[in-house]
């Protein structure tokens, strides 16, 4: 066989395949609509039959799909066959897990069948990456100056990323645990050390948050959901160093600026720190998954700084002066710098985007509120007697 006609046999098997396949969307079209028109005419027994072969065969769209296990709910209520109906709306929410039956387009029934039912998903994880700010607050001034040294702190932008689960208690409020890696820093300047020379200090640290709060979400059938959290947070602190830049003012009006390479001063840090937080953003909705915003404050519970520590040099160190015991070394920061750090803690301010996930469950509630739909149906019973 040429090429030619190998080209011309796939075209024809091609379009032969695509025409049958249109053919039987538009085939099971119309036993979807005669199955309906056969439901408005109260010939209900033969609908099953009707429409099995086109959800056997997955012949249906979606929309087509759930159109015709909602019709299989109402006729199986009908007919009193409480099981199969059961089964119905069960496949018709593993074909659209946001389905929500509601009184203005479902039959009442349905909707008190509904409400046996959810699809929430009992865990969603989300990812997040975004920008973080810290915030420096002194607890306890500490010196190498015999007198009060004027300090001002600054920000400096950095960045995290982290992932979480939520724990769905209800369809409104969630239990979430996150772990989160961060970059954080500050940057602190000194004045009058000396009677007039200046430091400035740009401090660099690599956190990892576990927060866990309690989430409170609007989960109405809209694009856009605001939702909104409080909680606690442990805070391990993995790297941190400083760098330093000492202003020596000289009479006159000249200056000489020493500055010396990053410096790690964990040593001289609490790793393990706490903080509270609180937080709100909103949600977009994005096929079945969402798109989020986040902004976020915490606030730190423990001061970081370790008070046994920070006037000595790091233990394993080999550039160090000897002060005092022989067992004791100054820290460089002292010797090079005239710098001792505060008692302090650190907020942080951060702003994050990120993707959620939802693990649809459709399922039997076990203890379904029907209450309020049943009332309905005993009024819509009585008015019409």
Not at 36 to 51: Q, T
Not at 93 to 110: G, H, M, S, T
Not at 341 to 349: E, H, K, T, V
Request: proline share 4%; charged share 20%; aromatic share 12%.
């Amino acid at each position: 066989m040429s090429n030619t006609a190998r080209i011309l046999l796939t075209g024809l098997l091609f379009i032969s395949c695509t025409f049958q396949v249109f053919a039987q969307g538009g085939e099971c079209d119309l036993t979807l609509t005669h199955s309906e028109s056969e439901f408005n005419a109260g010939h209900f027994y033969s609908i099953p039959a009707l429409l099995n072969e086109c959800l056997t065969n997955k012949n249906f769209t979606k929309e087509q799909e759930v159109r015709a296990y909602l019709l299989l709910c109402q006729v199986y209520l009908i007919i009193d066959d409480p099981i199969a109906a059961e089964d119905s709306y069960l496949k018709l929410l593993k074909v659209d897990p946001e389905y929500v039956a509601n009184e203005v387009r479902d039959p009442i029934d349905v909707v008190y069948l509904s409400k046996k039912f959810t699809a929430t998903p009992i865990f969603t994880p989300h990812f997040r990456v975004g920008f973080n700010s810290s915030l420096y607050s002194s607890i306890y001034s500490v010196s190498t100056e015999p007198y009060g040294v004027p300090l001002r702190s600054g920000i400096r932008l950095n960045g995290q990323v982290g992932a979480g689960v939520d724990w769905n208690i209800t369809d409104n409020i969630s239990l979430c645990l996150e772990g989160d890696f961060a970059s954080r820093g500050y940057k602190l300047d000194r004045t009058d050390i000396s009677n007039g020379d200046g430091l400035s200090v740009v401090a660099d640290q690599f956190w990892l948050d576990l927060p866990f709060y309690i989430k409170f979400s609007d989960n109405r059938d809209r694009k856009i959901r605001p939702f909104g959290y409080v909680g606690v947070a442990a805070n391990y602190l993995i790297s941190a160093s400083n760098v330093y830049q000492y202003t020596d003012n000289k009479p006159g009006g000249s200056q000489l600026v020493s500055e010396g390479p990053s410096e790690s001063v964990k040593y001289q840090r609490n790793v393990m720190n706490r903080s509270w937080l609180i937080g709100g953003g909103v949600k977009y909705k994005w096929g079945k998954d969402f798109l989020f915003a986040d902004v976020r404050y915490m606030g730190g519970l423990s001061n970081m700084a370790s008070s046994n520590q920070i006037y000595y040099a790091d233990p394993t160190a080999t550039d160090k002066g000897k002060i005092g015991n022989p067992n004791y070394y100054i820290s460089n920061d002292i010797t090079r710098y005239r710098y001792v750090s505060d008692l302090f803690r650190l907020d942080n301010i951060s702003i994050s985007f990120g993707y959620i996930h939802p693990i649809y469950n459709p399922r039997k509630i076990k203890n379904a509120n029907t209450k309020g739909v049943s009332r309905k149906i005993r009024k819509k019973g009585g008015s019409s007697t």
